[in-house]
Structure formats: structure tokens, C-alpha cells
């Protein structure tokens, strides 16, 4: 009697944690390393039209989108405050490099499209200066506060997948965290969301809750002349929507601005 307890018990237990321990375990959240790197392809497609995207560290040009200087591997702005961060990282890790000149005029310039004491001496040191692992190290640390941690924090509390994280995460990118003039940042997008949908977290269907999501970035894409093309949503995410690819299963298959793109590996 005693063995036949015991083994309705291990049963028990197999049915009541079996299926969800077996599904927990393959499901991965964004801040995994193989779906960060995904994650940053997904990135690089609509920033700089390629997947590599560990060759962008020395990328910098003026995109003519209003924010100066557009730089590095998720397009830190040097109107936008991000560039000068990147480079007081840079310059606390090494001091008298080469990009530490030009602290007071990226200060100067915040806030502001100008190039005034920057130029194409600047744009020669930070692409020269992609060549320093330090500097890389300072991009990353950049993109991973102000934006990558954050977003995945915020989809993680709303009870999102990989690919909401994703979501969540472009959206930081493109849009930055809060309402700037003329433009409609991630807050405003998650509120106006949550104003249609509800999220996992309160008992709602993920996809409908990310279509929302993405009704609302659309809207906001819209409302800025510089980037008013909505494929970075439209056929990418909302397909992986569509496809169900709720984990970023590959292979994925999107286009964006034009351009088709894919990931066949994770």
C-alpha cells in the first residue's frame, strides 16, 4: 500500500509540474544570448539595411531625420543626448581618446541637429575608434541601459515572449522612452495599448494585445515625417505576430523599407 502512495504521488507530481517545467524550459526570454543576437539582426535590418550588425560599432552619418549625427549599433543620436553617453563611457574607460575632444561640442549640440565642432574630424574618430574594444563595450553598455534592459524589464511585467520583448525593445529604439517634440515615444504607444488590449499579464490574448501595440506604433510612425514608412511593423512584426513565431522560432522571413531579409538559425 505504502509503494502504491508513493508512486500516485510521483504521478501527481508528474502530471501537475511535468508539461509546465518541459514548456518553461524552452521558452527563453529576449536577454537569452542567441535571442539578443536575433534580436539585434531585427534591428540592424531597418537600421543599416544588413544583419551584420557587430560591423556598425564604426557606422555615423547624418540621416537628415533632425537628430544630428545618427551613429553605432542602434543609431545613438548626438541630438538626443544617447552619442554624448556613448562617448563619456568611452572616455571614463580611456581616458584621452580620441572622441574625448569633442565632449563639449556633443554637450553644445544635444538637443539639436547641428554639427557645430563635430564634422567630418569627428565622424574619422569615432569610425577609428570602433577599432577599440572599449568603445565597443561602451556602445553596448549604452544600449543595454537605456534601452534593451528596460524594454525587456517592462514586456517581462506585461507577460510578454521573446518576440513582445522584441517588440517592446524596437520600439525603445526608434521611438526612445518618453514624448518628444513631434514625436510619440514608447510610453504614449504602451498607454495608448493598454487602452485596447490587456495584456498577458492581466489575462489577455498576447497577440491581441501586440497587434494593439502595433496599431499604436503605427499611428506614432506616422506622426513623424521622417519616418513615416510603417514596414518595420507591417511586414516584420506584425508578421511574426501573424506567424505565431511568439518565441522568434526561425527560420524568419520579413521585409523592411523595401528590402527582404532572413534568419534560418537562431
Known amino acids: 500500500m505504502k509503494h502504491r502512495r508513493l508512486a500516485l504521488a510521483a504521478l501527481a507530481a508528474l502530471v501537475l509540474t511535468g508539461c509546465s517545467g518541459s514548456s518553461s524550459g524552452s521558452e527563453k526570454g529576449l536577454d537569452d544570448p542567441a535571442k539578443k543576437d536575433i534580436a539585434m539582426r ?48 568611452y572616455t571614463t574607460k580611456r581616458p584621452g581618446n580620441a572622441l574625448q575632444e569633442f565632449l563639449p561640442a556633443l554637450r553644445a549640440v544635444n538637443g539639436s541637429d547641428s554639427h557645430e565642432g563635430l564634422g567630418e574630424a569627428f565622424t574619422d574618430a569615432w569610425a577609428e575608434s570602433a577599432k577599440d574594444a572599449a568603445f565597443r563595450s561602451a556602445q553596448d553598455a549604452e544600449r543595454d541601459s537605456a534601452y534593451f534592459d528596460p524594454a525587456v524589464e517592462r514586456a517581462e511585467g506585461d507577460g510578454l515572449s521573446a518576440l513582445g520583448q522584441f517588440i517592446y525593445y524596437d520600439a525603445y529604439v526608434m521611438h526612445g522612452y518618453a514624448d518628444a517634440a513631434g514625436t510619440v515615444g514608447f510610453r504614449t504607444i504602451r498607454a495608448q495599448a493598454l487602452a485596447e488590449a490587456d495584456p498577458p499579464s492581466e489575462g489577455g490574448d498576447e497577440e491581441e494585445y501586440l497587434n494593439a501595440f502595433l496599431d499604436a506604433r503605427v499611428a506614432a510612425i506616422r506622426k513623424e515625417p521622417s519616418h513615416s514608412d510603417t514596414s518595420r511593423v507591417e511586414t516584420a512584426q506584425r508578421r511574426f505576430v501573424r506567424e505565431g513565431r511568439l518565441q522568434l522560432e526561425t527560420p524568419l522571413a520579413w521585409k523592411v523599407y523595401g528590402e527582404s531579409f532572413r534568419i534560418d538559425g537562431g
Open 42 to 89: 531585427l534591428v540592424s535590418s531597418a537600421e543599416n539595411s544588413t544583419l551584420d550588425w557587430k560591423a556598425q560599432y564604426a557606422y555615423v552619418e547624418d540621416i537628415g531625420d533632425g537628430r544630428g549625427y545618427t551613429a553605432g549599433i542602434i543609431g545613438f543620436c548626438s541630438g538626443t543626448g544617447d552619442l554624448l553617453r556613448v562617448v563619456e563611457r
